[in-house]
């Protein structure tokens, strides 16, 4: 399975943008990036994913990078309800009778602190 | 929309037993995986369900199984429990497309086993 690594804790200040890095460099060329986060005792909450260009919605924006290598998430304003865990995950498939499957890989993310 | 669900919420049980979780998915999706989450650890990938067959497994062993119903919630039963089994358990949903892949997690069940 392609690895990710991630710091393990980043602080931001509420109203800044938080980026939060990501480097995948055993990324093959159809396999995705996916963003989830969790907040404390819940369960994981996506965000957004991409495959090459960089894409953007109503949480968060994704950039990545030309080379596929490493990616980096985009809280664009963050608040204080944003301190969570943030998932950086490289979507793994394989093939089955049923067709195309997927399974989501999970380190251990960057918590992310946003100080008043 | 109704969102994906677990039961219960929390469960305490003793070395050797078994136990049965549950989850419902969210409406229109049609696969349904489990992860457990070890303390301060990522979700680990358990299995995944698909047109009530397992389709996929993680590196966990046999006395973890599942199933998946008509109307596609689903089951997680664990079997001789041990006390390394004491994980956070969180059922996902999706829907299969070619592309696109979102899961969406239920809160989860904590399991402690004693």
């Known amino acids: 399975d392609a690895k990710t690594t991630q710091p393990p804790s980043m602080d931001c200040a509420e109203g800044r943008a938080a980026n939060l890095p990501c480097n995948h460099s055993?990324?093959?060329?159809?396999?995705?990036v996916y963003w989830y986060r969790q907040i404390h005792s819940q369960g994981p909450q996506y965000i957004i994913h991409?495959?090459?260009n960089n894409e953007t919605n109503e949480m968060a924006s994704l950039i990545i990078t030309e080379d596929r290598k490493s990616s980096t998430l985009i809280l664009p304003h963050a608040t204080l309800r944003d301190t969570a865990v943030y998932y950086c995950?490289?979507?793994?498939?394989?093939?089955?009778?049923?067709?195309?499957?997927?399974?989501?890989?999970f380190g251990k993310g960057t918590l992310l602190t946003v100080n008043p | 929309e109704t969102g994906v669900t677990q039961s219960p919420t929390h469960l305490i049980k003793t070395r050797g037993q078994q136990v049965t979780l549950r989850c419902s998915s969210q409406?229109?999706?049609?696969?349904v995986s489990w992860y457990q989450q070890a303390l301060g650890q990522g979700p680990q990938f358990i299995f995944q369900?698909?047109?009530?067959?397992?389709?996929g497994r993680g590196n966990f062993p046999p006395r973890f199984s599942g199933l998946q119903f008509p109307n596609y919630s689903s089951e997680l039963n664990v079997n001789a429990l041990e006390l390394d089994d004491s994980a956070l358990y969180l059922c996902?949903?999706?829907?299969?497309?070619?592309?696109?892949?979102?899961?969406?997690f239920g809160p989860g069940t904590r399991l402690t086993v004693t």
């Open positions: 369900y698909y047109r009530e067959e397992e389709n």
């Open positions: 055993t990324i093959s060329g159809n396999e995705y």
């Open positions: 996902a949903s999706s829907l299969r497309l070619a592309e696109t892949y979102e899961q969406y």
């Open positions: 995950i490289v979507r793994v498939g394989w093939w089955s009778s049923g067709g195309s499957n997927y399974k989501l890989t």
């Open positions: 409406s229109g999706h049609n696969t």
């Open positions: 991409g495959l090459k």
